[in-house]
């Protein structure tokens, strides 16, 4: 696969600084039932790497020491790290609000039948993957029969009380499928509530409209078509500096399955570590791209980060584009 990572290692970005960390985002794992074409983590059936119990405790001692409030559970599939429901169980323990990041089939997957159940107990809130409303477009991006499984279980979850019951919130994720930014997040939220009530009698809570980064599976078809060039011109064209206040960034943590922190997912594909103290390249230019890896969540557990450079690259163009984007959908 045709790599963007040395495309990125200069930038102009402007630079931002840490705040006090409110959310832990792990990803448990590349492990997943689905091979997407717009995986940012290239995840996929064959994957191996899964977070392990020891790191997971390490994360536990994070929360607690600095009394996090929120943890974003990320893959490939998260469930299928065996020790997800140890890890929900112990976060809502603590009162943690716990989000999944659900691609939706993997509730129907053999051996995952006791997953929706869970979800409900832990009131665990599930911001799936749906990159449109129509069967071809969720098909070509995802896969042949993926539409129909994801509409199955999301019938389930209707009928368990998610995206009706307040206490049970369940959101959608829409992807671009192309060298495109998302539309407006209210209009196209109101736009797949309209159709999937109308046809599958489905109900959820609010639509996250994220942007494709230019990065790993992504990045490397933008390559192979010649694509890459016009398409961070097109996140340039659209950079809005009022994005900059509320990018996912300052106040999150990425954590890698092995325990490696870093200051955003994105980041944390590219290998670009977290620094200790501010970090500017010279003349007011980032230069990002050392293969050595982050710090350990274990290093971390007494550091205060707040005040802390952050790593960035030409990729960061793809969160402050038009109406912005994070994990939380538009910033706007």
């Not at 790191?55 to 929120?70: E, G, K, P």
């Not at 691609?103 to 665990?124: C, M, P, Q, R």
């Not at 106040?251 to 922190?261: E, F």
């Not at 205060?304 to 969160?319: D, F, K």
């Amino acid at each position: 696969m045709l790599d963007t990572k040395p495309l990125l290692l200069k930038t102009d970005f402007p630079s931002i600084t840490r705040k006090a960390v409110q959310t832990l985002q792990l990803n448990l794992g590349y492990l997943c039932n689905l091979s997407c074409t717009h995986c940012h983590v290239n995840a996929g059936p064959k994957r191996t790497e899964l977070m392990s119990l020891d790191t997971i405790d390490s994360v536990l001692a994070y929360i607690d020491r600095h009394n996090i409030q929120s943890l974003d559970l990320t893959g490939g599939a998260p469930e299928m790290n065996p020790h997800f429901c140890y890890l929900v169980e112990e976060a809502t323990k603590r009162g943690v609000s716990v989000t999944d990041r659900c691609n939706l089939t993997i509730l129907l997957e053999s051996g995952y039948e006791y997953l929706a159940e869970f979800l409900v107990k832990h009131k665990v809130i599930i911001t799936a993957s749906l990159p449109c409303y129509a069967e071809q477009n969720v098909d070509k991006q995802r896969g042949k029969g993926v539409f129909q499984e994801s509409i199955a279980a999301l019938k389930k979850l209707n009928s368990l009380g998610y995206g009706i019951d307040p206490s049970l919130e369940l959101n959608l994720v829409y992807n671009p499928d192309g060298v495109n930014l998302p539309p407006s997040q209210v209009m196209l939220e109101q736009e797949y509530k309209t159709n999937l009530k109308a046809e599958y009698n489905i109900e959820f809570d609010q639509l996250l409209t994220i942007t494709n980064m230019p990065i790993s599976r992504f990045g490397g078809m933008l390559l192979s078509k010649g694509l890459y060039e016009d398409y961070m011109q097109l996140l340039k064209d659209n950079f809005l500096g009022d994005n900059m206040k509320s990018v996912m960034c300052k106040t999150l943590l990425s954590i890698d399955w092995q325990g490696y922190v870093y200051d955003c997912d994105f980041n944390q594909m590219l290998e670009m570590p977290l620094h200790h103290t501010p970090y500017q390249g010279q003349d007011n230019v980032a230069i990002i791209g050392s293969d050595k890896k982050s710090w350990h969540i274990d290093e971390l557990i007494e550091a205060e980060l707040a005040g802390n450079g952050i790593m960035i690259g030409e990729h960061c163009y793809g969160c402050t584009a038009g109406q912005g984007s994070s994990c939380g959908g538009a910033l706007e």
